[in-house]
């Protein structure tokens, strides 16, 4: 959760991602946002669902971004990891990494 210390309208909120297989960091299956003005009632503005494949290879950045038109102060960013390692992969049944980089808020 970030607290933007005021009341704001910014046009979009989002995140990047990370996906690196070989040191076992896939990206989200799904990011949810959330906003609010009080910190109490939450309000769902989207859900981004990944379209990076997970056997693409080499490192890949990924941003996930909803458009907003509501006034907020909060935002809550929810990020449904990829699972264990799947069974093609080195580590098979291992648990997998999420690595988010910065939230941003426009």
């Known amino acids: 959760m970030v607290d933007l210390g005021e ?3 910014p046009e979009k909120i989002g995140i990047g991602f990370l996906q690196d297989i070989k040191s076992w960091i896939w990206m989200p299956k799904r990011v949810r946002f959330e906003i609010s003005a009080d910190g109490e009632t939450w309000k769902h503005t989207g859900t981004v669902k990944t379209t990076v494949p ?3 290879e080499g490192a890949v950045i ?4 909803v458009v907003n ?3 907020l102060r909060y935002v809550r960013i ?11 992969h080195p580590g098979s049944g291992g648990k997998s ?3 988010a980089d910065e939230i941003y808020v426009e």
């Open 7 to 9: 009341l704001s309208t």
């Open 54 to 56: 997970r056997k693409r």
């Open 62 to 65: 990924k941003e996930f971004e």
């Open 69 to 71: 038109a509501d006034e």
């Open 78 to 88: 929810m990020a449904a990891n990829a699972g264990p390692c799947p069974e093609w």
């Open 97 to 99: 990494w999420l690595f």
